[in-house]
């Protein structure tokens, strides 16, 4: 059974461009969330789909969104990057969304760096 | 006041001695706990799940649950240098909230 895959693996940016980042759940799975991951910060939790639909929100700006299509298969978009959004964006894969009994597997990780 | 509050370490045990690692939370709603390891450059990876008080038991960890103390802690037993990682606890209500992690060395 194949896990979470996240693509690219590597992205360089320049201040000010867009980026968008890929995640496939795990066959069968419906949730998939992402999180920004640094080292002063640990996980932050940015938005959760669930159906299509975007069932929670962190606390990131408007520049941050994301969406998921039909087949689970989610995407996240982050425009006029800024030099602190450097990061390793995970994404995690749940059967249930996450205010259910549920356990959550994360991808490998979208390694942006921002110059 | 973080969610999920972890003691960041660094923590080093000699190999074959017990590891420890300890976390709280805030929000007495919370239903569901996890641990995951991440070594670095990699992901989290999901090594327990824990939904009421008590131990779980797998393998060389346990996890342990007090929900009046809003606590919760892993111990790994026979500790190896493989275990060298850093550990995240993760508690879920509405969402995942992740603690800063602790970095535990496993020394041989």
């Known amino acids: 059974k194949a896990g979470v895959t996240q693509t690219p693996r590597y992205l360089i940016k320049t201040r000010g461009q867009q980026v968008t980042l890929s995640c496939s759940p795990i066959?069968?799975?419906?949730?998939v969330s992402w999180y920004q991951q640094t080292p002063g910060q640990g996980l932050q939790f940015l938005f959760e789909?669930?159906?299509?639909?975007?069932?929670n929100k962190g606390n990131f700006p408007g520049r941050f969104s994301g969406r998921q299509f039909s087949n689970s298969r989610s995407e996240m978009n982050v425009s006029t990057l800024e030099l602190g959004d450097s990061a390793l964006y995970l994404c995690?894969?749940?059967?249930?969304?996450?205010?259910?009994?549920?356990?959550?597997?994360f991808g490998q990780g979208t390694r942006l760096t921002v110059v | 006041q973080k969610e999920v509050e972890q003691n960041s370490g660094p923590l080093s045990v000699p190999e074959g001695a017990i590891a420890s690692l300890n976390c709280t939370y805030s929000d007495r709603v919370s239903q569901s706990f996890f641990w995951y390891r991440q070594y670095s450059g990699k992901s989290p990876e999901l090594i327990m799940s824990?939904?009421?008080?008590g131990d779980k038991e797998d393998g060389r960890f346990t996890a342990q649950l007090n929900k009046a103390s809003q606590y919760v802690s892993l111990l790994i037993r026979d500790s190896q240098p493989s275990d060298s990682a850093t550990y995240l606890c993760?508690?879920?209500?509405?969402?995942?909230?992740f603690g800063t992690g602790t970095s535990l060395t496993v020394i041989p």
């Open positions: 789909y669930f159906s299509e639909t975007q069932r």
């Open positions: 993760a508690v879920k209500s509405n969402q995942f909230y």
């Open positions: 066959s069968g799975h419906r949730s």
């Open positions: 824990i939904y009421s008080n």
């Open positions: 995690a894969s749940s059967l249930l969304p996450t205010s259910g009994n549920t356990e959550a597997f």
